[in-house]
């Protein structure tokens, strides 16, 4: 799988721009605050159909313009895809794929599939749990569409239920009914994360001792208020009834897997409290290559590699590691500067220059 060509108009600081790219390694180069990001930032958008900087589809759209427009040809081994994206002011999109208008974004998921890795990904591994679900979340999405729906469907009614325990007087077979359907939801999220987090430690170790030349062991696990995963329906069920009181009385509710996290160890140590920043860096590092290798077994291809500006962030031994690591992958890189891409100047490299919301090669 890789991008043939990226169209945008009037998407952030770009009027219009046409970018022909090639199936090996694509570089942008340039100053800070040129629109490098933006770039990588329109084709997460075909992935996932929003934005991974921001939750507001019209600050995407360019200052005193109306809507935004993203269109992206990507080649697959059974069939091309043709991705097309309006985004309007009022806060409306339409998502077109090959010409045929989707009513849902499950259809998107899986179209185009990105492992994106920036220098905000470190708060997978040094800040709250929600970064590392929504982590979970992201790649789970576009890998399984069930997967998605079950998340939609168990917020939605999980929404309800804090409604519910909002209100002065609570009905508890209203409760009941939420209950259920939160359990039913949940347990299919929860097995898919359960299986996610097995694939990272399937991959991960041996990336990581790649990494770190044998000198570090990484273990990935789920933390979860259920003491085991042999009836997760059941027993989420049971521990939601548990803690209804206190769900009544704090008016939200305590137990979930919109509450889960999952750890990272080296060598049994937690990387989140007591890890380096290399350390925290190489988990993440690890994290993005096991998520290449993850996607490509469950769906036969590779996906998309997008790397925004983490070059500089990572030592040459880190450096070396990607290089050797994207021979197969369609990659796109933002920098700062030529001698961030030295080693990766040869006959397969597609160099390109922005400056202000324009690109030169």
Known sequence: MHVKYLQILNYRNYKELFLELNENVNVFIGDNAQGKTNILESIY??????????NKDKEVIKWNENKAYIKLYVVRERMDKKIEIKILKEGKKAININSIKINKIAELMGVCNVVMFSPEDLKIVKESPGHRRRFLNMELCQLDRKYYYNLVQYNKVLMERNTVLKGKQIDESILDIYDDQLASFGEYVIKQRLWYIEQLNKYGKSIHKDITSNMEDVEFGYLCQLK???????????????NRASDILKHITSVGPHR??????????????????GQQRTSVLTIKFASLKIIKEVTGEHPILLLDDVLSELDLKRQKYVLNSISDVQTIITCTGIEDIKLYINDKVSIFYVKDGSVGI
Do not use: P, V
């Not at 085991?228 to 548990?242: G, H, S, V, W």
């Not at 140590?269 to 890890?275: A, L, S």
């Open 228 to 242: 085991a995963f042999d009836n997760i329906k059941m027993d989420l069920l049971q521990l939601l009834k548990k």
């Open 45 to 54: 958008y075909c992935s996932f159909g929003r934005s991974h900087r921001t």
């Open 260 to 277: 889960d996290d999952f750890y990272i160890k080296l060598n049994g140590i937690d990387t989140r409290n007591f890890g380096s920043q």
